[in-house]
């Protein structure tokens, strides 16, 4: 496969229905992007280098791992993901061949092309994927023979949850919160590798030595930052240090009024910036500088609602909703607080038995956040769950992928649009993209729990028995945290029924039923596990007291065959048909 001379452009290929761009470590398609760990995009440029040929074993590990010890299952596994990508089948391959006791060969031809550097202009929010605006160009060898990517030396920084000084220390989720917002602003720096929130935050309230974080998140800097809030006074302090030596690359302290404190977010996301020398493009530029809202009473309703909205119980997203409700109130053109109103309904309707009017409300608040600020990933997100809960799958499609191109480490954005092509059958489609939300969030139970069920509902046994060890795994971490997580301990029990240890799972699940005893996500869950233990009258006690307590997902009834061997009783259609009357 041979480039044309023009080392100054970025270098890119076609593979059958694949854009594969290197620059950006993903694939694009009709569907949307998909994005790659560095590793598996160095091997697929790599398969395309040497294609058609085939490509040794020996010959990956001198190209991709370079002076790195690395097993043979390290391969398979980045083989088996990049499958997963691409949408293909080990078992009867398209795209990547395997060749016993000798390598692997990429079956469809790679059409290079020369990326113009001003294509998918920045102007435009939904476009599938934000252009960096230091695209780490693709290396060229002789021939002009595409290598494997260098997007790992691309710069990468995790945000540590900030410190809370005040004198009371009762400002953590202030302190949260801002923390949370230069997250949010540095992930639409093009040039710049953000960690998640999430992944983050599990350092929260942990002494961790920076090296060890920044192995844990593949990060080459940490920011580190402390607050202290006393009255109108705020004084902010923050570094940004490198991990691999422990220096300091650039430090200050903030002491300001609290009015100040949308300028110190612009002021450290800049100085960051600038630290890493990356040269930001006029939109982030425009970024950076926007503030959400000049109200700071708004601002502070906002940040605990966030904290509350995190605790993911109806009563703390009921009282998340008063507080976005009274910030939109304070600051009628506050987007965000508009969202979080639309999230709150959207979950209360998707995981607590909201009623219709939850629907239209969620429906009304996001259209208004959009129609405030439709460059927020954070508003296409809520957008987009409003209308997959309301059966507007292609409208919901589009506003998960513009969160996406908007923010690629929106964890929600990811999960949502994976679990709205599974209640589509579009099972390859969500396997990617649950796959996704896990890179975003390795430490989620959620996202790894229905990837392993919708590998099940695909006849793909080993892939589920592998994810339900990774959901396991995170599982016990969570109820380490909270060992009343009633979602962590029903979903544990899937993976352990799956898993062949029906006694333990059984335990967890009947814990998890007595902790939440009218949680419909709860119940419907002890429907659909006892229904797979064969125990008929308890499955469907459950699920008509899950129907009962408000779980309408007919779509999601449809497709889970867990449900099977109740599915023709008559108490589980009247249940069904009580659905239909009430949506």
């Known amino acids: 496969m041979g480039f044309g001379k023009g080392s100054r452009h970025n270098m890119g290929f076609r593979l059958g229905d694949w854009t594969v761009r290197p620059d950006r470590g993903i694939l694009e398609s009709h569907d949307g992007p998909v994005h790659l760990e560095p590793k598996q995009m160095d091997l697929l440029v790599f398969l395309a280098h040497r294609a058609p040929e085939v490509a040794s074993k020996e010959e990956i590990f001198d190209a991709v791992w370079p002076g790195s010890y690395v097993a043979e299952v390290g391969l398979k596994r980045n083989v088996s993901q990049l499958r997963r990508a691409l949408g293909d089948d080990a078992r009867q391959p398209r795209i990547i061949k395997t060749i016993p006791k000798r390598g692997y060969q990429l079956m469809v031809p790679a059409v290079p092309f020369e990326i113009n550097e001003d294509e998918n202009p920045a102007g435009n929010p939904s476009a599938e994927t934000e252009p960096d605006a230091n695209p780490a160009p693709a290396e060229t060898g ?49 040039g710049l590798r953000v960690v998640s929130r999430t992944s983050c935050f599990t350092f929260k309230h942990r002494t961790v030595d920076v090296r060890e974080i920044g192995k844990e998140l593949d990060v080459a800097t940490v920011l580190e930052g402390s607050v202290r809030k006393a009255g109108e006074h705020l004084r902010i302090g923050a570094q940004l240090i490198n991990v691999e030596n422990g220096y300091q690359l650039w430090s200050d302290q903030f002491d300001r009024h609290l009015q100040d404190v949308f300028g110190i977010q612009e002021e450290i996301a800049q100085n960051i910036a600038d630290a ?31 904290q509350l909205f995190y605790g993911s119980k109806r009563r703390s997203i009921r009282s998340a909703l008063e507080r976005f ?24 309707y998707l995981y607590f038995g909201g009623s219709r009017s939850d629907l239209e409300q969620a429906d009304r608040a996001s259209q208004k956040a959009l129609e405030l600020d439709p460059e927020l990933a954070e508003v296409h997100a809520a957008r987009g769950l409003s209308f997959a809960l309301g059966k507007q799958f292609i409208e919901a499609e589009q506003e998960f992928k513009s969160a996406i191109a908007l923010n690629p480490n929106q964890f929600e954005a990811h999960y949502f649009y994976a679990r709205t092509c599974f209640v589509q059958g579009k099972f390859e489609k969500a396997v990617q993209l649950y796959e996704r939300a896990s890179d975003v969030n390795p430490n989620d139970y959620q996202a790894p729990s229905l ?26 971490r969570q109820l380490r945290i909270d060992p009343d997580d009633s979602r962590a301990l029903y979903l544990g029990a899937t993976a352990l029924l799956d898993l062949g240890e029906h006694d333990k799972g059984l335990a967890m699940v009947e814990r998890s039923l007595a902790i939440d005893p009218e949680d419909p996500y709860i119940v419907y869950g002890g429907a659909c596990f006892y229904a797979r233990l064969g125990r008929m009258e308890e499955s469907l006690q459950c699920f008509e007291r899950a129907v009962e307590a408000g779980f309408v997902q007919r779509d999601w009834i449809d497709k889970d065959s867990d449900l099977d061997p109740i599915r023709d009783d008559e108490r589980f ?4 048909r009580k659905i239909d009357s009430e949506t």
């Open 325 to 348: 409700v009274r910030a939109s109130e304070k600051d009628p053109g506050f987007a965000l607080a508009h969202a979080g109103i639309a999230d709150c309904h959207s979950y209360l």
């Open 142 to 190: 002789a021939g002009h023979e595409p290598q494997p990517s260098k997007r790992s030396t691309r710069p990468s920084i995790a945000v540590l949850p900030f410190a809370d000084m005040s004198p009371g220390r009762d400002q953590e989720y202030f302190c949260d919160g801002i923390a949370e917002q230069i997250i949010n602003t540095l992930a639409h720096v093009g």
């Open 276 to 306: 890493l020398r990356i040269r930001l493009s006029a939109r982030e530029r425009r970024t950076i500088e926007k503030v959400a809202t000049h109200d700071v009473e708004a601002f502070d309703l906002y940040l605990r609602g966030r």
């Open 451 to 476: 990837l392993a069920f919708t590998y099940r509902v695909m006849n793909r046994a080993d892939m589920a028995e592998a994810t339900h060890r990774r959901t396991l795994v995170n599982v016990e």
């Open 573 to 576: 259609q009247d249940a069904v």
